[in-house]
């Protein structure tokens, strides 16, 4: 949790609740559902590798300072949300070659349908 607060601070996002509970959640134990996907909670360049593929893809960068990418699987594909200070943003997902991202649904959906996937 203190991670989460410090990146806060420092980038000046704020983080949904449904997402920081997420986040403690995920420091026990990740969901059956992520299991081989890299989660922020102990991968914290995964914007940096967002923006990696974006420039392998010769794609626009999409991605905004508010922009918070909580999830990325086997570096070719990523999920994002605006940290703004909105308690359910959208949820985006990119994968390698697509050039544009692609809305999936509300955070606190999206969350639940991972948390429960078995």
């Known amino acids: 949790m203190e991670k989460l607060n410090i990146l806060q601070k420092t980038l000046n996002l ?6 920081t509970s997420f986040y403690v959640e995920c420091q026990k134990s990740i969901p059956k559902g ?7 909670h102990d991968k914290s360049k995964l914007k940096e ?33 605006s ?16 050039l544009k991202p692609d809305k999936i649904t509300d955070l606190k959906t999206f969350l639940n349908e991972y ?4």
Not at 14 to 19: A, E, G, K, L
Not at 34 to 40: A, H, K, R, S, V
Not at 115 to 118: D, G, I, R, S
């Open 14 to 19: 704020t983080f949904p609740s449904i997402y």
């Open 34 to 40: 992520l299991i081989g996907t890299d989660l922020y």
């Open 49 to 81: 590798w967002a923006l990696e593929l974006l420039k392998e893809d010769n794609a626009e960068n999409f991605l905004t300072e508010n922009d918070f990418v909580f999830m990325m699987h086997q570096g070719y594909m990523f999920w994002y949300f």
């Open 83 to 98: 940290a703004d200070g909105s308690e359910n943003p959208n949820v985006y997902f990119y994968r390698e070659m697509s």
């Open 115 to 118: 948390q429960n996937a078995e």
